[in-house]
């Protein structure tokens, strides 16, 4: 038997990683001789970088960038040749942030457009960006400014590119733009469909998150406005996912030439996921929660559909099961199991999250196993 572990994080309680050394300890708790290829995930959220370093054989570089208080700090990127894969939280991440500190008026990107800089340094023209996680909601406009954008007052002073600050811009200059940019492919993975602004934008949505209240939420959404109007790339601000990461999405989109992919398929492809599952029989995935929301495009609704492509069947894990987590069974799925040993405090069940997936995917294992295996057991 043949069994890829191929789950995302489970959050607060795992990295993926983990969780896919919980998988295959507890498949190997069962026989240590059935052939388990680990295989964490990310769907371009927090992770990115580390699950498809490995897989592609990529180095690991660490730059200078600033955070999303502009703070001095550390980000990493991996570099395969002339590709390079960024993950946005690595540079502006909400968890970077300690929650009295935070501060989304005066938040901005810069630190992406350092960390996106960084890798046109390291000679990468193909960049594989994951947006999610992010601490701003500047539309993009710090990114820019560390790129060479120049944004101006009616004075003609230059803007920071916070969204305090785009209240005030009157006009964009993009000459400055990193001429590199014009030839390097970029591609943008999120999930994110959301537009730039109104209800079911950046700011509407997100950022409650990310400490905004109902009037910052206005105001945020109109000076960003006024930033793609005066920009004249208003037009990009309806297109699903320019409301990703605070807005990020849409810079990446209307000045940067990027295209979006669903970010489970762009690391199911980084990571060689079809050619490993092709000769597997069986295909666990999970995450901290599955519901019917699974179905939008979260990681382990992405696995399930490529790995039934692939002739495989899956068994998702999750740390609690939600609101139609049924509909997942007619969507790829033979089987859902919650990986909780019994009634516990949230904290408690997050503590014990790896020895509750590690029994769960052992049950698992011996559900599953040929009568001829298991007879074998006795």
């Given amino acids: 038997m043949r069994i890829v572990a191929a789950p995302d994080s489970f959050k607060e309680s795992m990295t993926a990683a983990r969780a896919a050394a919980a998988m295959a300890a507890g498949i190997h708790d069962v026989d240590p001789g059935i052939d388990c290829i680990e295989m964490p995930l990310s769907d371009g959220g927090e992770g990115f970088v580390a699950t498809v370093a490995g897989p592609l054989g990529a180095e690991v570089r660490t730059v200078p960038v600033r955070d999303a208080l502009g703070r001095p700090h550390d980000a990493q990127f991996a570099l395969s040749g002339r590709v390079a894969v960024l993950e946005i939280a690595e540079a502006v991440g909400l968890g970077q942030i300690a929650p009295a500190d935070r501060d989304i008026m005066a938040s901005a990107t810069w630190g992406v457009g350092e960390l996106i800089a960084a890798a046109l340094d390291a000679g990468a023209d193909d960049l594989v960006i994951g947006l999610g996680g992010s601490a701003t909601s500047d539309g993009g406009a710090g990114m820019l400014v560390a790129l060479g954008v120049r944004l101006l007052d009616a004075a003609g002073e230059p803007l920071s590119g916070t969204p305090a600050s785009l209240a005030s811009v009157e006009s ?3 000459t400055g733009l990193d001429r590199r940019l014009r030839e390097a492919r970029i591609t943008i993975a999120s999930d994110v469909r959301n537009p730039l602004l109104g209800p079911t934008g950046a700011a509407a949505v997100f950022g409650p998150q990310k400490g905004a209240d109902p009037a910052r939420v ?11 109007d005066i920009a004249g790339r208003i037009d990009a601000a309806d297109a699903p996912g320019a409301g990703a990461a605070g807005g990020l999405g849409f810079a990446m989109l209307a000045f940067l030439g990027g295209r979006f992919r669903p970010g489970i398929d762009v690391s199911l492809d980084l990571c060689g996921f079809d050619a490993a599952v092709r000769t597997a029989d ?3 995935t999970g995450e901290g929660g599955m519901d ?39 969507a790829g799925f033979t089987a859902i199991l919650p990986i909780s040993s019994g009634p516990a405090e949230l904290q408690t069940a997050l503590s014990r999250g790896e020895a509750d997936l590690r029994r769960a995917a052992a049950a698992a294992v011996l559900l599953l196993r040929e009568p001829a295996d298991r007879e074998d057991d006795r």
């Fill in 218 to 228: 206005a105001t945020i959404d109109e000076a960003v406005r006024r930033f793609a």
């Fill in 282 to 284: 069986w295909v666990f």
């Fill in 292 to 330: 019917g929301q699974t179905l939008q495009g979260k990681a382990p609704w992405g696995v399930a559909q490529r790995a039934r492509g692939l002739g495989a069947r899956v068994v998702g894990f999750a740390g609690s099961l939600g609101q139609g987590w049924e509909r997942l069974l007619d």
């Fill in 172 to 174: 964009v200059d993009v």
